[in-house]
């Protein structure tokens, strides 16, 4: 009986930590950081026109102020 047990178990904890399940594909977005309704934090109400931005690629990422790189290795 316990190897039963046993072997359920392992068969619905393979299921579960399958890889289809551990990080599904997403699509490249970014959204304005508001919530619906207001409470108590530091977010934003969110507004019509705060609409989501779709990429056809991930984002790009620009830091403000980064120094050239010819400057880092001097």
């Known amino acids: 009986m316990p190897e039963r047990q046993a072997a359920i178990r392992d068969k619905i904890m393979a299921g579960i930590t399958a890889k289809r399940h551990l990080n599904p594909v997403r699509r490249d977005r970014s959204y304005p950081r508001v919530v619906k309704r207001a409470r108590h934090n530091s977010y934003r109400v969110k507004r019509r026109t705060d609409v989501g931005t779709r990429h056809a690629r991930p984002a790009t990422i ?13």
């Open 62 to 74: 620009k830091l403000a102020n980064a120094l050239p790189l010819l400057a880092l290795a001097a």
